[in-house]
């Protein structure tokens, strides 16, 4: 199984490493899973609070996704990405399971993912989101079969353990969250 968690310029640095710390760790405990960054360029990629990364894999470079991650962030600059739209329309209609967290969401929406599907994403953009047609739900994450989005970025932690959940098991789903300490009580 291949998870793809796509990186681009002005991406909110949690919104794909909360995501990519529990896919990864999953990884690391099923020799099937394989889980790896996207960026449209071999450079470095400035993300959303200036932190600078190296993708994985390019578009071009990638293996065939199974399973896609699309962080929040400025989604402005791929929502307007005609190629990266068609990707993931393609994506979808060959059967991968897309996943937005946050402002994700409008990536999947302008790629047609969303059509008819309830979903989530930052409390603050749900007016936005569901002004375009989409049914929004206020939940920390919405599963609707082909299609999974989380509300703002921590939120994206819950999806991708939920994610672990409904594709290998409950059990290493808590196995990870564990090895993450992860506690989704908050202290505050």
């Known amino acids: 199984m291949n998870v793809g968690i796509y990186i681009y310029e002005r991406a909110e640095e949690l919104d794909w490493a909360g995501p990519w710390e529990v896919l990864a760790a999953w990884a690391d405990r099923a020799s099937e899973v394989h889980v790896f960054t996207i960026t449209d360029t071999d450079g470095p990629v400035r ?16 293996p065939d996704l199974d399973v896609l991650v699309v962080p929040g962030g400025d989604s402005r600059g791929p929502v307007a990405n005609e190629v990266l739209i068609d990707r993931i329309r393609t994506l979808g209609a060959r059967g991968a399971l897309l996943t937005s967290v946050c402002t994700g969401a409008f990536v999947l929406q302008a790629a047609g993912a969303l059509q008819n599907k309830p979903a989530t994403t930052h409390w603050g953009s749900m007016e936005r989101l569901g002004a375009l047609g989409v049914e929004v ?14 509300a703002g970025v921590s939120a994206g932690i819950d ?8 594709l290998d098991s409950v059990e ?10 992860y506690d989704p009580d908050p202290p505050v």
């Not at 190296?54 to 470079?61: A, C, K, P, R």
């Not at 999806?159 to 409904?166: D, E, F, G, K, S």
């Open 159 to 166: 999806m991708a353990l939920h994610l672990v959940a409904r």
């Open 137 to 150: 739900r206020d939940e920390r994450f919405v599963d609707a079969g082909d299609v999974i989005t989380a």
């Open 172 to 181: 290493r789903a808590r196995d990870v969250r564990r090895y993450i300490q």
């Open 47 to 62: 993300c959303a609070k200036g932190l600078r990364v190296l993708g994985d894999h390019t578009w071009e470079t990638a």
